[in-house]
């Protein structure tokens, strides 16, 4: 099994509809990030949580929000999807004990707003 | 600000052949460099890493990079391509002082090996 799961893997929705990806890990880490990849622009980081009561937003986190529900927990929600929200969302975890960097990556959600 | 420049979209190399992905960064002091794999329909997965010490680190699945400070650069090098080494390669660089939240990544450079 999988040590990050993001669930689901491919998600087809319309514009305006509310969607949830979910992300569960089972290495103990601490720190859950959520990242979008686009093709060409690499990975950009949406939010980010260093423990259950830290949320923080990374560099685009507009028309995104997320909730840590528990350690190994991290969703992440589109309220409102628009088309250009159509992308590959990976999450990741990292031990606050490595180095920083190093991060553990889930096998993606593909999401298409129509 | 720091950023991460892999100038090459695609690089083809034949089975055998020595291979070279090319990264450059820019930040202020020193860097933390990464380079990242991801096959397809898969996550990213860490390869190796330079944070101090020998100029060159090796890594998994035979990989090695080589930190240049002087040139700005962290190349990723192997001494013999595989078919199975085709993916999609990530730099990312951030400095000591931060945290993986400023992780820069550059855009990646997909890297084919023909048989």
């Known amino acids: 099994d999988?040590?990050?799961?993001?669930?689901?893997?491919n998600r087809i929705?319309?514009?305006?509809?509310?969607?949830?990806?979910?992300?569960s890990q089972t290495k103990g880490h601490d720190r859950m990030y959520w990242y979008r990849q686009d093709p060409g622009l690499g990975l950009q980081l949406i939010y980010y949580s260093f423990d259950v009561k830290d949320i923080n937003k990374g560099e685009i986190s507009d028309g995104y929000s997320v909730s840590r529900?528990?350690?190994?927990?991290?969703?992440?929600?589109?309220?409102?999807?628009?088309?250009?929200?159509?992308?590959?969302?990976?999450?990741?975890?990292?031990?606050?004990?490595?180095?920083?960097g190093e991060l553990f990556f889930g096998e993606g959600s593909r999401l298409t707003v129509l | 600000?720091?950023?991460?420049?892999?100038?090459?979209?695609?690089?083809?190399?034949?089975?055998?052949?020595?291979?070279?992905?090319?990264?450059?960064?820019?930040?202020?002091?020193?860097?933390?460099?990464?380079?990242y794999v991801q096959y397809p329909n898969r996550g990213l997965q860490f390869l190796l890493k330079y944070i101090t010490g020998d100029n060159l680190v090796k890594g998994s699945y035979g990989f090695e990079a080589e930190f240049n400070?002087?040139?700005?650069s962290f190349h990723l090098k192997k001494p013999s391509?595989?078919?199975s080494d085709s993916a999609l390669y990530f730099c990312a660089v951030r400095v000591p002082s931060g945290s993986a939240r400023q992780l820069t990544f550059g855009s990646g450079t997909q890297l084919t090996v023909l048989p």
Request: aromatic share 8%; hydrophobic share 35%.
């Open chain 1, 2 to 9: 999988a040590d990050v799961t993001q669930t689901p893997r």
């Open chain 1, 13 to 23: 929705t319309k514009t305006g509809k509310r969607i949830m990806l979910e992300c």
């Open chain 1, 69 to 100: 529900q528990a350690q190994a927990k991290f969703s992440l929600s589109l309220e409102s999807a628009i088309p250009n929200q159509t992308a590959l969302y990976f999450c990741a975890t990292s031990d606050s004990g490595l180095v920083a």
């Open chain 2, 1 to 35: 600000a720091q950023s991460v420049a892999q100038p090459e979209d695609q690089v083809n190399v034949a089975e055998g052949n020595p291979l070279t992905v090319k990264c450059t960064y820019s930040v202020s002091g020193n860097p933390y460099l990464f380079w």
């Open chain 2, 69 to 72: 400070k002087s040139q700005t």
């Open chain 2, 81 to 83: 391509a595989l078919v």
